[in-house]
């Protein structure tokens, strides 16, 4: 009876495992959705931080920042800030996420009118709702 060596051996294994011969269960990965770990509504964002943070704004002010920390990302992603004055959405901004924690931010023009009950929503790259921002602008 002839022996196979060790390296004949291998070889065999191998080219069985390319056919799918012999096939290695993998467990599949299942990864957590990202979470918004912070946000708020401020007057700007200065060294990666939100400044003036606050839920109600005078009329004056011309611009807001919606200011966020996404956590969880197991691979590049984006998250959508959708503006809303009341039940009417008056911007959408999709924002890349590429790290398990990441800060990001978008602004809106507020027009010196547009005063009443605002709010941005935080959703991830599928549509579904991750956090909320209420806020309002004041005579």
Known sequence: MKRLNLCSVSVVVCFMIALGIMSIPVQAQTFEPIKIESGAIGLDVVDREIVGAASSFA???TK???FTTVVGAQESTYVIHAWYYGDMER????LPVNSMRWRTCSSK???KHETG???VDVLDEDGNLLDSFPFEIVQ
């Open 64 to 66: 807001l920042y919606c």
């Open 117 to 119: 009950a605002w709010h």
């Open 59 to 61: 009329s004056s002010v």
């Open 91 to 94: 911007a959408r901004v999709s």
């Open 109 to 111: 023009l507020i027009q």
